[in-house]
């Protein structure tokens, strides 16, 4: 098991989509994870698409706009800037646009979802309504004027065959009439705020409706330069998948007998990482600090530390520990 960074799939004047794939990382298969990075260039657009696995995107930069048809339900389209976190389910339609021209930052949205029961388990997969991988783009245009009242069999080849592009192509233009509304945000977006060093941050159903139901939650941890979080554990079971997004860290992943080291490395900004079910892990910041985004696959998590304060040690019956250790008082006192 180790850390990784994750690899282009598409790459254009537009921007980027960098995944993270479970032929390179068995244990988002495992653990049924997936991640993705979106990064959009001023009018950079990502073309309408639904996916297989409910995730969340937490923007790590820039600002824009996105739009998120649900199935049976109103299309909603929002305005997102940095710190923002939008839930989008499996199979809800969505489309992304950074809408500033000139030389405003890039928006980039990280992803992580749920692939346990995607068509691959440890990658999101997508199917696009527009471009050169169109779900359309391979019917045939006569069949498709049968369904289709009133619309010529050139008319039906010409709509889902015009788009070359696959994935993001960039505008030439502002697109008008594209007007996010602040009320579409209740229940779909909220801020993370900032995040104080040392602090664990954690995104639930009942910050978020949009969470409700799916099984997960996003978690945001923040630390100083040479700062360590006390190992921790999930004791209810959930797997966890971790990007780093500034910063570094040097990470370990210990299994959850406890007799082998599955991560032991340094992980620089950029890369992801998996806490498997029931493992524990030790995290400590490089020099510049470290701060990371993660999804646990739990709706309420427990995220607890066996030392420090409020630690499971420190819950326990002092002797105990002491007994069980075989310590002196003294070091009990201390965890």
């Known amino acids: 098991m180790s850390a990784k960074a994750g690899k282009p ?13 479970g032929a390179d990382q068995p244990e988002l298969a495992t653990e049924g994870l997936g991640c993705g990075l979106l990064v959009l260039r001023p009018l950079g657009f990502a073309l309408p698409h639904y996916a297989d696995s409910n995730k969340f995107g937490y923007v790590l930069g820039g600002s824009g706009v996105a739009g998120v048809l649900p199935v049976d339900a109103k299309e909603r389209v929002v305005r ?3 710190g923002d976190v939008i839930a989008v389910r499996t199979g809800d339609v969505s489309w992304w646009y950074n809408d500033n021209d000139g030389h405003a930052d890039d928006l ?4 992580i979802g749920d692939t346990g029961r995607a068509l691959s388990p440890g990658d999101i997969s997508y199917f696009f309504l527009a471009g050169g991988n169109s779900v359309l783009s391979g019917l045939d245009a006569g069949l498709l004027t049968r369904a289709w009242p009133g619309v010529t069999e ?11 592009a696959v ?12 007007c996010p509304r602040e009320h579409d945000r209740k229940g779909l977006v909220v801020n993370a705020g900032h995040v104080a060093a040392g602090t ?6 009942s910050d978020l409706d949009a969470l409700g139901g799916l099984g997960f939650s996003a978690v945001l941890r923040r630390l100083e330069p040479g700062a360590a979080s006390a190992p921790w554990v999930l004791r209810e079971g959930a797997a966890q998948a971790v990007y780093v997004a500034r910063g570094s860290a040097r990470v370990q992943v210990s299994s959850a007998a406890g007799d082998t080291l599955l991560l032991d490395e340094e992980v620089p900004a950029g890369s992801s990482f998996v806490v498997p079910r029931f493992a524990v892990a030790l995290v400590a910041a490089g020099a510049d600090g470290a701060e990371w985004v993660s999804l646990i696959k739990s709706a309420r998590p427990a995220v607890e530390h ?3 304060e409020g630690s499971i040690f420190g819950g326990l019956t002092p002797q105990v520990v002491q007994a069980s250790l075989k310590v002196a008082p003294e070091l009990v006192k201390l965890l």
């Open 306 to 308: 066996l030392t420090g």
């Open 9 to 21: 799939l598409v790459q254009t004047d537009a921007g980027a989509y960098i995944a993270w794939s």
């Open 108 to 111: 980039s949205i990280l992803f």
């Open 200 to 205: 664990l941050k954690t995104l639930t159903g």
């Open 80 to 82: 997102l800037k940095a």
């Open 167 to 178: 994935l993001l192509t960039r505008l030439s233009a502002k697109l008008p009439g594209v």
């Open 154 to 164: 050139e008319q039906a080849a010409t709509a889902f065959r015009s788009q070359p």
